[in-house]
Each structure stands twice: as structure tokens, then as C-alpha cells.
């Protein structure tokens, strides 16, 4: 049936439904595909879309007129613009520069705690350790104020 639905450029689905019909009369196969193709001819609509859908792939372009190139074009273009309505409408969409206002804010809020809270929480800490020491107590006190700004970020979601 999937050799079938490529010879006639048909889904798979679509062949499934077809061998289900009352009025297919080739069985389970195997398919002429020919006879098929006349089969279809006689007894299936014709995609009213089809010229679109092979213009969009750049099936036959050439064929449509210019008006209908056009009017394939404005198709294709509202159909694009009622998609970001509905996406906007469902929230899908943020406004970017709000996005990265917000995101700068966050950035400063978070340097400045911790330009704030290292030197002072750290300073009479870190005379006369070993190094390795020093950066560990960096380490977690930085990833201490992080976890507390994600908090925050978790809560005001």
C-alpha cells in the first residue's frame, strides 16, 4: 500500500481509506497502478488545493498565472498571520522587548546582591585560609545567592 500511495502521490492513509471503500475494486493488491490512477479519476473529488499545494513546493509554479500566484501568495500569508493571532491569543507570544528589559533587570539585580553580599559576608572569612578553601566558600556563597534569586524567579512565575 505505501509503494501504492507513492506511485499515485498519495499518503498511506489516504490508500488505507481507499481499500476500506465499498466501491474499490482491486482487493488488498497487488495494484496496477495504472488502473488505479483511472480509478481515482473516475471516483475521487480533485483537491481544490492541489495547484497551491504544488506551487508552494515549487511544483509547477510556472503553470499559475500571475493572479493566481498572487492569491496563492495572500493565502499563504493570512494563513501565516491568523497562526500568530491564535498563538498570541493562547500566550505563546511575548514581546521581545519587554522580554529583555526584564531579562537586563534580573542581570543587574543579581550583580549588585552580589557585589553587596560577597565582600562584606566574605571579607574577615577568607584571611589565612588555603586557597582551595577560599574558592569553595566563594563557590557556595555565589551559588547561595543564585538559588535564592531562583526562588524568587519560581514564585513569581
Known amino acids: 500500500m505505501r509503494a501504492l ?12 481509506k481507499w481499500t476500506n471503500r465499498r466501491d474499490w475494486p482491486f482487493g488488498k493488491g497487488p495494484f496496477n497502478v495504472g488502473e488505479v490512477r483511472d480509478w481515482m479519476r473516475l471516483h475521487l473529488k480533485r483537491d481544490p488545493a492541489q495547484r497551491y499545494h504544488d506551487a508552494q513546493q515549487g511544483i509547477g509554479a510556472q503553470a499559475l498565472s500571475q493572479v493566481e500566484q498572487a492569491r496563492a501568495f495572500n493565502f499563504a500569508e493570512s494563513a501565516m498571520i491568523r497562526r500568530l493571532k491564535r498563538e498570541q491569543l493562547q500566550g505563546k507570544l511575548h514581546n521581545v ?18 557585589t553587596r553580599a560577597l565582600p ?3 571579607s574577615a572569612e577568607l584571611v589565612g585560609r588555603a586557597r582551595g578553601d577560599m574558592e569553595r566558600m566563594i563557590r557556595d556563597r555565589l551559588v547561595s545567592v543564585c538559588d535564592a534569586f531562583g ?3 519560581d514564585v513569581n512565575k
Open 5 to 16: 500511495g507513492r506511485a499515485v502521490g498519495r499518503s498511506l492513509s489516504a490508500v488505507r
Open 97 to 114: 522587548e519587554e522580554c529583555r528589559a526584564r531579562r537586563r533587570r534580573q542581570i543587574l539585580t543579581v550583580r549588585n546582591a552580589l
Open 120 to 122: 562584606r559576608a566574605l
Open 151 to 153: 526562588e524568587e524567579d
